[in-house]
């Protein structure tokens, strides 16, 4: 089926058609293509079977035109966005083929990412979300990095990417001011954390996200210097719970 | 207080900061100013003390200034996004006033209205919903005065613009597909309607408005017409119910 020059992608899975139920473009009717691996292991991460072993089984090395054909298969012609999330799809230097041969087919295409590494095929991305990772992730964001991506993404229209960042707690919530004050003209979402990925009693999980949503809203509330901010949930928790694949 | 020359405003309420609840700018740190008066009265406003009478006692004639203000007294720095909504702010026809104090000041203003009315100052709008009203609501909308907002508006940057249909039923959700194809280029937001604006059980409430919200979405998701759409609720009531002034 493939020749020798097409080159893999790692996919976990594709679904949809769903609601975006985060950031920039929250509602946005898309197609998810989840990729396989990723450059850190965040320790509350939503979907750590991309990258914890837990789900290698599921993983297959598709090309680009195969993922279109599954997303044609799957979607059918109900959708016109598809969204490119993992993982950390920014780890596939190729990625650029299925961005172009979605842009072909007059689909836009969004990215999640948390800027730890860039690709030059973020500069054809519809709507890019950039997630530095909060000091409760144990991860340590390489600012550096980011702001080489940040400074490459200048001449972008502004509302084609944005910075996001998740919050648990009051630390996380200076670290999210910090970001906004090291890009003060870019985008900029904070967003409730999900601290219960394996709660599997959705009206206990949905009451519970929804008081940290509006102790989040609070919070930002108080701070002058997070005016400019947008305050979101991820609102398919709301919907299906922690449940994959919707 | 005030000199002969000024004009008043009807304000009905005045608070914040608080987030947008709904549609284009959606989690946005904002102020509202509601205002009194509207030229509709759809069967399930959920703020029909803006028209209705209930809570005349309550508005006060306010000019520009004098609302700016209040605003800065409620909200202190602690904002820098104005949403005008109503009733219909629309119907004022020297709002433009209000939005150049607040422009002057480095406040975005947001505007919510049905579409029913032009006024020049829309030009000025940094973030503007037009929400034409589905049957459900017993109004009909002039779809001819709507054509020329929209034409008038077309050379504002796109994401400055926005139209929200919300939707309680399948019929509404044929005029919200009409509406989309009629202005296939304006971002198109549809929402889900609150039938219970009396519901003071707020955990009720939620429950059947998440349920609402996950019917709209699957309606959403079959119909080709409705790929470029982005499908939300209404946050706040996620949050607060029906409580008003927040």
């Known amino acids: ?32 293509v989840r990729t396989a691996g990723c450059d850190y292991q965040c320790a509350w991460c939503d979907s750590a079977f991309t990258w914890d072993g837990s789900a290698k089984d599921e993983i297959r090395r598709l ?22 999330s993992g993982g950390n799809p920014a780890l596939i230097r190729h990625m650029g083929e299925l961005v172009e041969h979605l842009h072909e087919q007059n689909i836009d295409v969004a990215l999640e990412t948390q ?33 080489d991506i940040i400074s490459r993404l200048k001449d972008q229209p502004s509302n084609n990417y944005s910075l996001k960042v998740v919050v648990f707690n009051d630390e996380d919530l200076d670290f999210a001011e910090s970001i906004h004050k090291r890009y003060p003209n870019v985008l900029f979402f904070v967003q409730t954390g ?36 947008r305050v979101l949930p991820q609102l398919h928790t709301y919907v299906w719970g922690n449940k994959r694949g919707v």
């Open 1 to 32: 089926m493939n020749t020798k020059k097409e080159k893999m992608i790692p996919v976990m899975e594709i679904f949809g058609p769903t609601v975006q139920g985060e950031g920039m473009v929250i509602g946005q009717k898309t197609m998810f």
């Open 63 to 84: 090309t680009a035109r195969e993922i279109v054909n599954e997303l044609k298969a799957t979607g059918g012609d109900a959708f016109s966005h598809v969204t490119i």
């Open 115 to 147: 800027g730890s590494i860039w690709q030059d095929w973020f500069l054809s991305i519809d709507d890019l979300t950039l997630s530095p990772k909060p000091p409760s992730s144990k991860m340590k964001p390489n600012l550096q990095i980011l702001d």
């Open 194 to 229: 999900n601290n219960q990925v394996h709660e599997e009693n959705d009206k206990r999980l949905v009451s519970d996200l929804i008081s940290r949503y509006e102790w989040l809203i609070d919070r930002v509330m108080e701070r002058a210097a997070l005016n400019r901010v």
